[in-house]
């Protein structure tokens, strides 16, 4: 159920502005279903995968995204192991710092 509710929270971040009827027809699965699986129903290995590739090729539609992806991995063929653990508290670090802004910032 976990993996579930990552790609549900991945979809709403890739597309804000989505109502349910707009994910049915981004999607193609039934308005129904869309709701049943935004209120917990678990979903098949087929509808994971449809949510999956439109969060992909958004991501993909993204220059940035494609130059971190690049970046990343130059690093591990360049950097040692420690300096790849370096980057990787960094990166872990400013993802905290900016959950708990956005978390504090609603409260």
């Known amino acids: 159920m976990k993996m579930q509710e990552d790609v549900i929270q991945r979809y709403r971040q890739a597309y804000p502005k989505d109502k349910l009827r ?31 590739n439109l969060i992909d090729e958004q991501l993909n539609s993204r220059p940035e995204y494609s130059k ?3 970046l990343i991995e130059n690093a591990f063929s360049l950097y040692t192991k420690s300096e790849i653990n370096k980057l990787i508290d960094l990166i872990e670090r400013k993802n905290f710092l900016y959950s708990y802004r956005k978390l504090t910032s609603t409260i």
Request: overall charge neutral; cysteine-free.
């Open 22 to 52: 707009e994910m049915s027809r981004r999607t193609g699965i039934n308005l129904t279903r869309i709701y049943r699986i935004i209120n917990g129903k678990e979903m098949s290995v087929g509808e994971l995968e449809i949510f999956n």
């Open 68 to 70: 971190l992806q690049e």
